[in-house]
């Protein structure tokens, strides 16, 4: 399986990363905005392009990944290429997913691709555990815990604040509520209940600490309903100890059956992730699996993680499945 | 979607009860070995029949669900009754699943039906996060602990032993064994270190409580390769405490990426069940409706829960289910 990857930021790279992992797939081709000679790639068999190449490459790539944001990368990228290729994308901007989905199932209609969308732990992942639980235990209550993760939104909020050299923000679930959740007990939780917030920020040189602090925990919709904790550090800190990118969560469906309705379940799916890239392109790239599969049964659209029949993201067959795995 | 129900015990029960929670499904007859008119259920508008009526309800049934258990019931009666309706089942001797297979394949693709074999939660729910965690994360291990939960296997092990008057066995994980798999330390385990075995015993009249112990103790492949507690109590206590079928148990996948497969990885899976055959029948009635939709979509043959993409288990449409679950 050709792979080509349009965009070589950390999920490009983990991409080609997940790629390595993968012996059924290749990729042939990284494309790029900037200039290809400024581009260093881990994979010498790759050509390195410019995206305006991109249309040359139609019959030489089974399935392009988008590794573009869903800011502005992904709403106009994916339509685009999924007239031309079989696309993955890990569109992410939840309330937008059903525009999103319309523009790109138009496009792999037309162009008789197959494009997932949304693919990825949330969306992606979580999505599934929500849906699977949901089926199975009509009665009951959902709860998504995020973290402790690094969220890049709430890191890039801190850095724009006047006084602020670098920073980055945790995500943190509040661990009583969880435990709550966990015991069956159904907590109606309120925003603060669920998640605090930790920030690590390294100021400019005489920049005011206490205005610095005062305008982060303040700040509406990222920060003004949580509690937020600020800590100042150096910048050789920073570097030292959280360069990292983790993340995680916890998905929670608390459930009852029984004619009664007496019988009281929990079901839950966590993720704790040393990187949240390297993790999220080897969701990627597992769906590119799949999305080639369908593509050669003959199938074409939009799709998602909902969609899609789990054994297509393994490279084993449905013998060896069967016999191995259930 | 009309369902129809072969052997009421547990399970049968389960699924009469799951069927009141999902309004799009409706019991219209339960099937017995027993005589008829000895059973009582909990859904007046439903008929109580012989099994050997079936074959009349051919085109009055959606989906059959069966109910029976994996040793002797369900390897004659799925493939006898794949023939005639859509079938659902919880086969689950793993060993056995291949041959199975085979078997209600060839009937359900005679008889044009779809059939969905070893629905439940392991397998079932726990094969689909070990396939799908597999495919995500290539590089890494697996784990699956059970429990806290009662075996009936050893349960009933336990009760023929001579001098014992009933008893109930709890298999439980060993904490600190889950914990240094969750915490990414890929230990390797041997049996006694992934699960201890905890015994209730009613001992009948004037029996030999120390002989009893360590006939349980040492009694291969139950019981000698575990670290297991005896507990005598009286009848009363084992009515009053342990009466209850609790099961759940633990799958985890413990992988790494990155080009130096330094980033590492928790894929954790998790079930808390008070009732393992009310939750259980809920997971049959979810695919009974998939059963049902690829049936109508013209699909026919065996499949598993690895075949069936997500979507068909809920009666929200696609539409819908982006919108509030993506």
């Known amino acids: 399986m050709k792979i080509g990857i349009l965009g070589y930021g950390n999920l490009g ?18 494309f790029t905005r900037r200039n290809p000679e400024n581009l260093k790639i881990q994979t010498p068999s790759a050509k390195v392009l410019n995206v305006n190449e991109i249309e040359n490459w139609k019959d030489k790539i089974d399935v392009l990944i988008l590794c573009g944001g869903s800011a502005t990368d992904l709403p106009e990228q994916t339509p685009k290429y999924a007239k031309m290729f079989n696309c993955i994308d890990s569109f992410d901007t939840h309330a937008n997913i059903p525009a999103h989905f319309e523009n790109v199932d138009k496009s792999a209609k037309e162009g008789k691709k197959v494009a997932i969308i ?16 949901n089926a199975i235990l009509p009665d009951g209550n959902d709860y998504t815990f995020w973290g402790r993760g690094v969220s890049q939104g709430h890191s890039d909020a ?7 050299k670098d920073a980055k923000q945790y995500t943190v679930p509040v661990e009583k509520s969880l ?34 602090e005062h305008e982060i925990v303040t700040m509406p919709n990222y920060f003004s309903d949580y509690d937020t904790t600020v800590h100042f550090i150096t910048e050789e800190e920073l570097k030292k ?3 990292g990118i983790p993340h995680g ?8 059956t029984g004619f009664n309705k007496d019988e009281k379940h929990i079901i839950e799916y966590s993720l704790k992730l040393d990187s949240n890239p ?40 449905a013998e060896e499945l069967r016999k191995t795995m259930l």
């Not at 979580?126 to 699977?132: A, E, G, K, Q």
């Not at 709550?180 to 917030?197: A, F, W, Y």
């Not at 392109?281 to 074409?300: D, N």
Request: proline letters at 4%; a positive charge.
């Open 241 to 243: 100890n959280h360069s």
């Open 278 to 317: 390297g993790f999220t392109s080897s969701v990627l790239v597992a769906y590119a699996r799949a999305a080639y599969r369908l593509y050669k049964e003959g199938s074409f659209g939009c799709k998602t993680v909902f969609d899609i029949a789990p054994a297509y993201l393994s490279p084993k067959s």
């Open 13 to 30: 790279r983990g991409v080609e990363s997940a790629i390595r992992q993968n012996p059924d797939t290749e990729l042939v081709a990284v």
């Open 118 to 133: 949304s693919v990825g732990w949330d969306p992606g992942l979580f999505s599934l555990n929500r849906m699977y639980a």
């Open 249 to 256: 969560g916890f998905v929670l469906r608390s459930g009852v």
């Open 158 to 164: 801190i850095r724009r604040i006047k006084g602020v």
């Open 179 to 212: 435990q709550s959740v966990k015991n069956g007990e159904n907590p109606e939780l309120t925003t603060r209940q669920k998640h605090t917030r930790e920030c690590f920020v390294v100021l400019e040189d005489g920049a005011d600490a206490k205005q610095v």
